[in-house]
């Protein structure tokens, strides 16, 4: 029983940035991992970074050096701070909340993050 909404999303020039939210309500586990996925138009679904409840980040090759994922549990909330944005960052945001235990996942809608040159 939990609705993820992500924000933060837009329109950003080449070298910007961008910090993406993702808010959590609900019967929340304390055993998670959250993870921020994007998808452009024709393409499948890939993760970006995740970040597990004691904190161990992981990040695609792509976006090291450059996203941040963390997150703030007084809040309920995990953010994706993305700087050096570049051209082919561009798609749709989603964050994804998984019980550990159960391995069962919850999908935010998604937010919109365009880069142009």
């Known amino acids: 029983q939990v609705q993820l909404v992500e924000s933060g999303g837009g329109l950003v020039q080449a070298g910007g940035s961008l910090r993406l939210s993702c808010a959590a309500s609900g019967s929340i586990f304390s055993i998670n991992v959250v993870g921020w996925y994007r998808q452009a138009p024709g393409k499948q679904r890939d993760l970006v970074a995740s970040i597990t409840n004691g904190g161990s980040r992981r990040y695609v090759d792509s976006v090291k050096g450059r996203f941040t994922i963390s997150r703030d549990n007084a809040k309920n909330t995990v953010y994706l701070q993305m700087n050096n944005l570049k051209p082919e960052d561009t798609a749709v945001y989603y964050c994804?909340?998984?019980?550990?235990?159960?391995?069962?996942?919850?999908w935010g809608q998604g937010t919109q993050v365009t880069v142009s040159s």
């Open positions: 994804n909340l998984k019980n550990v235990l159960t391995d069962h996942s919850y």
